[in-house]
């Protein structure tokens, strides 16, 4: 019902910049709250960034305040993750994920793009 691809991972140097887009596929994507999610080796998943169905608002984790900017466009169902100033502990797999407004657990999840910070 709802698919989600992901794109602009790659290989950055200590300092770079990516900006990741996740094109969203279905109905009412402005229903959606939209999040950012990476998952490295031995760590927890976590929620690096989200922006919120219904009246636009953001969160962000502490480690990538100030450096990340999610971003969304319903016009263009895509969501979007600019990362500055990228660090190598930024190094994980990055998934684009959607949950319905007001569900508690994101319910459609991307392939997942890989994101490596060199030293």
């Known amino acids: 019902q709802v698919q989600l691809v992901e794109s602009g991972g790659g290989l950055v140097q200590d300092g770079g910049s990516l900006r990741l887009s996740c094109q969203f596929s279905g109905r009412s994507f402005s229903l959606y709250t939209m999040g950012w999610l990476r998952q490295a080796p031995g760590k927890e998943r976590e929620v690096v960034a989200a922006?919120?169905?219904?009246?636009?608002?953001?969160y962000y984790h502490d480690s990538v305040k100030g450096r990340f900017t999610i971003s969304r466009d319903n016009a263009r169902n895509t969501v979007y993750l600019q990362m500055n100033s990228l660090k190598p502990e930024d190094t994980a797999v990055y998934y684009c994920a959607a949950k319905f407004r007001g569900n508690q657990n994101y319910e459609y999840w991307g392939q997942g793009t890989q994101v490596t910070v060199s030293s």
């Open positions: 922006i919120y169905a219904g009246p636009t608002s953001t």
